[in-house]
């Protein structure tokens, strides 16, 4: 039976955290669902509005660390409107194949695409990150980015994304995370809670979604149980980086 692996702390067998709600598995993945749905077409100009902008930079940060290179395939596990696979194919991959599972994300991406005339963007599937339509070892790099925190089943998505890597490829997760510095607290706290609301409810017509986010990050694990997950997934050579005073980390693994 699956468990509540979003929730390794325990309770019973479908209390995984939304926010700071506990709801059943099923719950949990149709509320997601209704998040980004509701977001789905002011998603990138919430980004660039809440973070000031600080999105592209964490982005770049990523693609720089993945440094494609010209016969590489990407897979971008909860790419939703494709930020990481544009960057990918922008800076000289081969191809990058978006996965996630809110086909009104996969939309608003493709219109994307469409609008700004790319001749060859990456490809998109609907599906799972616990369990990728994908076969095994395709992948030279795979990524997660402000995904993970989102997926019901955190562990199995874990195990997955190892599996689509060719044996030496390489796998980042990029996510908010609790650990940020102490001294940022306050003012970070008071952002989450009040300015992000305000902001989605103002310009995505859409509060609660946002307070979503801000509650999700605070019950996402600290970098050391996020390291030890990975590793549990068979992931080696872990290497953990704070970006921003800990408001972001990326987690970087490979399949050896
Ligand atoms: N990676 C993109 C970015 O950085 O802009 C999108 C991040 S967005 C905050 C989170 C994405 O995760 C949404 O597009 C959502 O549909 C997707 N998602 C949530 N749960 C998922 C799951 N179980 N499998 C695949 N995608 C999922």
Same mark, same amino acid.
């Given at each position: 039976?699956?468990?509540?692996?979003?929730?390794?702390?325990? #309770?019973?067998?479908?209390?995984? +955290?939304? #926010?700071f709600r506990k709801v059943s598995e099923i719950d949990h993945t149709s509320m997601v669902r209704d998040?980004?749905?509701?977001?789905? #077409?002011?998603?990138?100009?919430?980004?660039?509005?809440?973070?000031? #902008?600080?999105?592209?930079?964490?982005?770049?940060?990523?693609?720089?660390?993945?440094?494609?290179?010209?016969? +590489?395939?990407?897979? +971008?596990?909860?790419?939703?409107?494709?930020?990481?696979?544009?960057?990918?194919?922008?800076?000289?991959?081969?191809?990058a194949l978006i996965c996630d599972i809110n086909t009104d994300m996969l939309s608003a991406g493709s219109d994307r695409s469409l609008d700004r005339g790319a001749v060859q963007g990456p490809s998109r599937v609907c599906g799972d990150a616990a369990a990728l339509p994908v076969p095994d070892a395709v992948a030279d790099s795979c990524t997660i980015v402000f995904g993970l925190r989102n997926v019901t089943r955190r562990q199995q998505a874990l195990t997955e994304m190892r599996r689509v890597l060719k044996p030496g490829g390489h796998f980042i997760c990029m996510e908010f995370?609790?650990?940020?510095?102490?001294?940022?607290?306050?003012?970070?706290?008071?952002?989450?809670?009040?300015?992000?609301?305000?902001?989605?409810?103002?310009?995505?017509?859409?509060?609660?979604?946002?307070?979503?986010?801000a509650e999700s990050i605070r019950r996402f694990p600290d970098p050391e149980t996020l390291s030890t997950e990975m590793a549990d997934a068979g992931f080696g050579n872990i290497n953990i980086t704070p970006l921003t005073g800990g408001i972001v980390w990326q987690h970087s693994g490979w399949r050896i």
């Open positions: 039976m699956e468990s509540n692996e979003n929730n390794p702390s325990g #309770g019973s067998a479908g209390d995984i +955290d939304f #926010g998040v980004f749905s509701s977001v789905a #077409g002011r998603y990138d100009l919430m980004n660039d509005l809440m973070s000031g #902008g600080l999105h592209r930079l964490w982005k770049a940060a990523l693609l720089d660390r993945l440094n494609p290179r010209a016969d +590489d395939l990407l897979l +971008d596990v909860a790419g939703g409107t494709g930020d990481i696979a544009d960057g990918f194919l922008k800076r000289g991959g081969r191809a995370s609790p650990a940020v510095l102490p001294q940022l607290k306050p003012l970070y706290d008071a952002y989450s809670f009040r300015v992000l609301p305000w902001l989605g409810e103002r310009i995505a017509g859409d509060g609660d979604s946002y307070g979503y986010l």
